[in-house]
């Protein structure tokens, strides 16, 4: 035992490179780790463990990982009550409910009576028992969208992001179950060090996904429009205004939310804004 806080991620899969990928933003230096079960940061105490997503939450509950970064579907399905830490907004996807495209399906209690295939079947038992509804919920570990076709089940429950594998199968989005994503999961039980360990690696994760929220920007404005620019960036409280040789112009620079990025761009263009430079933001700490 090496004092190391242990973190549990995806070995293969859709979760890996992104739970990496945090990682690294959050400033911790990981060697090559391919092929190995376990590696070490170079300039933090923690241990990188690389299981299977399915794994992930019995790792963490029984203590043999601290933390894991695994699909909240994965974390619901098991039933396990570890607590979430944060949602980590990447491997977002929806457990739909499925059927034909050919089938009239107009009401949920129709499901009644009827089999319904599914890698998901703890989730969906309780959906259906939350809606009173008596349907065959048939267990199946992959491939559950050929399930109608080979005739094992009548509709299908499925995790979905794009929904193309349902389309190329004639199934229809029906109803949505579950909403899914990247989750952060902890052990209950840290001694004294590894939570000094968890709260320094929070801190950092924390300070990567608001800086994910948003966008540095610099333009240039006439001057007459400080006004109404500042009106437009709603975080600008005080914004950042440089003088420009050209003296009927200035520059302003500002941090804005970038899922309403393009929005603010445009409203900006339409108030003489120019030259406009968008950067991303690698951490804000407050
Ligand atoms: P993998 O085993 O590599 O396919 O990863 C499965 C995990 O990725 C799931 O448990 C979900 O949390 C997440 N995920 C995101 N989008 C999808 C999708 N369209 N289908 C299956 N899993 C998805």
Redo the contacts with the bound molecule.
């Keep these: 035992m090496n004092g190391h806080l242990k973190i549990a991620v ?1 070995k ?4 890996a490179d992104k739970s990496l990928e945090l990682l690294k933003r959050c400033g911790l230096e990981i060697e090559n780790y391919n092929e190995r079960l376990f590696v070490s940061a170079r300039n933090f105490d923690l241990d990188i463990l690389f299981l299977r ?1 399915d794994d992930i939450p019995e790792y963490v509950q029984d203590g043999v990982a601290d933390i894991g970064i695994v ?4 974390v619901r399905e098991k039933r396990s009550n570890l607590s979430i830490e944060r949602k980590l907004g990447f ?3 929806r457990l739909m409910l499925a059927s034909p495209e050919n089938i009239q399906l107009d009401a949920l209690k129709e499901l009644s009576g009827k089999s319904i295939a599914t890698s998901h079947p703890n989730i969906l038992s309780e959906f259906l028992d939350e809606n009173k509804i008596s349907a065959k919920v048939i267990q199946i570990s992959g491939s559950v969208e050929i399930a109608p076709s080979v005739g094992i089940a009548d509709f299908i429950c499925d ?4 929904g193309n ?1 349902l389309k190329f199968n004639k199934l229809k989005q029906r109803w949505c179950i579950f909403e ?1 994503e ?1 989750v952060l999961i902890k052990n209950n039980s840290l001694n004294n060090s590894k939570s000094d360990l968890y709260n320094n690696l929070l801190k950092r994760i924390d300070s990567s996904l608001t800086a994910r929220k948003s966008k540095y920007i610099m333009m240039n404005i006439p001057k007459e429009s400080l006004e109404s620019v500042t009106k437009i960036i709603p975080s600008l409280k005080s914004p950042t205004v440089l003088p420009l040789a050209d003296e009927t112009s200035l520059a302003v620079h500002a941090v804005i939310p970038t899922d309403k990025f393009w929005e603010i761009i445009d409203e900006l263009k339409m108030n003489g804004a120019s030259g406009i430079l968008s950067l991303p933001i690698e951490n804000m700490i407050s």
Aim: charged share 25%; hydrophobic share 25%.
């Design positions: 995806q293969k899969g859709r979760l997503d699909g909240e579907n994965v491997s977002k996807c995790l979905v992001s794009t594998t899914s990247a």
